[in-house]
Nanobody, 116 residues
Framework: QVPLVESGGDLVQPGGSLRLSCAAS????????MGWYRQAPGKQRELVATISSRGSTNYADSVKGRFTISRDNAKNTVYLQMNSLKPEDTAVYYC??????????WGQGTQVTVSS
């Protein structure tokens, strides 16, 4: 059973906002560096944000200043707040450990579509 379940994706207009959630179960969530990844059609999966167990964050240049990653270890959940969305943010978004992700932990992801 995949221990990570993503949710919150939707169709949104350019300039809009979304908040993604990733709920973990059956793992020692708080010890892991977690990341949000995305994969657009025809492109490789890319890491867009990471957060350490203590809350230190890093972002890809393409999302810096627009996206914010956070986590609630008590709820075993990691979030991605996405603001000022652009059409090029359209992708399936996944969470997993970072960097690289555990191969058996990839879930179904959540679709984000930015379009007018």
């Amino acid at each position: 059973q995949v221990p990570l379940v993503e949710s919150g994706g939707d169709l949104v207009q350019p300039g809009g906002s979304l908040r993604l959630s990733c709920a973990a179960s059956g793992i020692s969530f708080s010890i892991y560096v977690m990341g949000w990844y995305r994969q657009a059609p025809g492109k490789q999966r890319e890491l867009v944000a990471t957060i350490s167990s203590r809350g230190s964050t890093n972002y890809a240049d393409s999302v810096k200043g627009r996206f914010t990653i956070s986590r609630d270890n008590a709820k075993n959940t990691v979030y991605l707040q996405m603001n000022s969305l652009k059409p090029e943010d359209t992708a399936v978004y996944y969470c997993n450990t970072a960097p690289g992700g555990r191969s058996t932990w990839w879930g179904q992801g959540t679709q984000v579509t930015v379009s007018s």
